[in-house]
């Protein structure tokens, strides 16, 4: 058990283009989620995976952002044409389910838009 | 909509001192609350998580609560150390596949 890992750890881009994050969850673990944190503030909810199936997504997500989860395991999020306001940094958490599972947090993307 | 706070944003205290965090919650539908760690720019830690039907949990010197009736967790350390410097986040799940977090607390403890 190596914990959920998050690539890049840092990113630096320009406005208006494209990134992409990954997160390998623990293996076992079918609940995947993203979250946003910006500074001072608590963790925001951007979506959420059982296995495969994108089962929950915020309406805080405009139609730039989206991700994946192909075949359960490993997850991306990609931003399209980022923003200013997209800085933030992006954390992904899984979790064995069913609903009364300790969250595993890995230590997350940090996105900072010029 | 589920609102969750986080009363005090920043406390700092001497070494040795025993000190309680609040969490107060909107929603009592629950299924579950957890207690996070988080240091300067990284990931979060879980250091304890309540079921909705337990009142307590307790993990070394961190003892959490709950009052699902009244909306309110409390996260007690004992004998507080420099190395539990961190921000504290309060999280709950209600079931709609999401957990919602506070804004958390800035615990700073001088040796």
């Known amino acids: 058990d190596t914990g959920v890992s998050q690539n890049p750890r840092h990113k630096i881009t320009k406005r208006g283009q494209n990134v992409t994050f990954r997160c390998d969850p623990i293996s076992e673990h079918n609940r995947l989620y993203w979250y946003r944190q910006t500074l001072g503030q608590g963790p925001e909810f951007l979506t959420y995976?059982?296995?495969?199936?994108?089962?929950?997504k915020s309406r805080l997500l405009s139609d730039r952002f989206s991700a994946e989860r192909p075949k359960g395991s490993f997850s991306t999020l990609e931003i399209q044409r980022t923003e200013q306001g997209d800085s933030a940094m992006y954390l992904c958490a899984s979790t064995l389910g069913p609903d009364h599972e300790k969250l595993f947090f890995g230590s997350g993307t940090q996105l900072s838009v010029l | 909509k589920q609102e969750v706070t986080q009363i005090p944003a920043a406390l700092s205290v001497p070494e040795g001192e025993n000190l309680v965090l609040n969490c107060s919650f909107t929603?009592?539908?629950?299924?579950?609350l957890q207690w996070f760690r988080q240091d300067p720019g990284k990931g979060l830690t879980s250091l304890l998580l309540i079921q909705s039907s337990q009142r307590e949990q307790t993990s070394g010197r961190l003892n959490a609560s709950l009052d699902k009736s009244s909306g309110r967790s409390t996260l007690y350390i004992a004998a507080s150390q420099p190395g539990d410097s961190a921000t504290y986040l309060c999280a709950v799940y209600g079931g709609t596949y999401k957990y919602i977090f506070g804004t958390g607390t800035r615990l700073k403890v001088l040796a």
């Open positions: 929603d009592s539908a629950i299924y579950n």
């Open positions: 995976f059982q296995n495969e199936a994108q089962l929950e």
